[in-house]
Nanobody, 118 residues
Framework: QVQLVESGGGSVQAGGFLRLSCAAS????????MGWFRQAPGKQRELVAS???????TYADSVKGRFTISRDNAKDTVSLQMNSLKPDDTARYYC????????????WGQGTQVTVSS
């Protein structure tokens, strides 16, 4: 099993920034790709960003140019730097991990709330 613990959520005004972090523990060898999903009330869950052990990244179109995902393989952590935040970014953000694909990750954190006010 892999355990994921997020930190860094909070409330910020539009245009501000936040940094989310996620620490992984357990059977880390089962993890190749890590990333972040988000879900807002009444909306579908959305893959925000992902990163592999080799550093290959993907981003949702809605966050390109504003969010940056990074990973420290030695520390088994992944971070999401979120700049120029918009009210539409308000959601619960979940750290995820999987051995093969980010589309249906096996491991999920508890989530951290991000609220952006206008």
């Amino acid at each position: 099993q892999v355990q994921l613990v997020e930190s860094g959520g909070g409330s910020v005004q539009a245009g501000g920034f936040l940094r989310l972090s996620c620490a992984a523990s357990g059977t880390i060898f089962r993890v190749n790709v890590m990333g972040w999903f988000r879900q807002a009330p009444g909306k579908q869950r959305e893959l925000v960003a992902s990163i592999t052990t080799t550093g290959r990244t993907t981003y949702a179109d809605s966050v390109k140019g504003r969010f940056t995902i990074s990973r420290d393989n030695a520390k088994d952590t992944v971070s999401l730097q979120m700049n120029s935040l918009k009210p539409d970014d308000t959601a619960r953000y979940y750290c995820v991990a999987d051995k093969f694909t980010i589309s249906r990750p096996d491991y999920w954190g508890q989530g951290t709330q991000v609220t952006v006010s206008s």
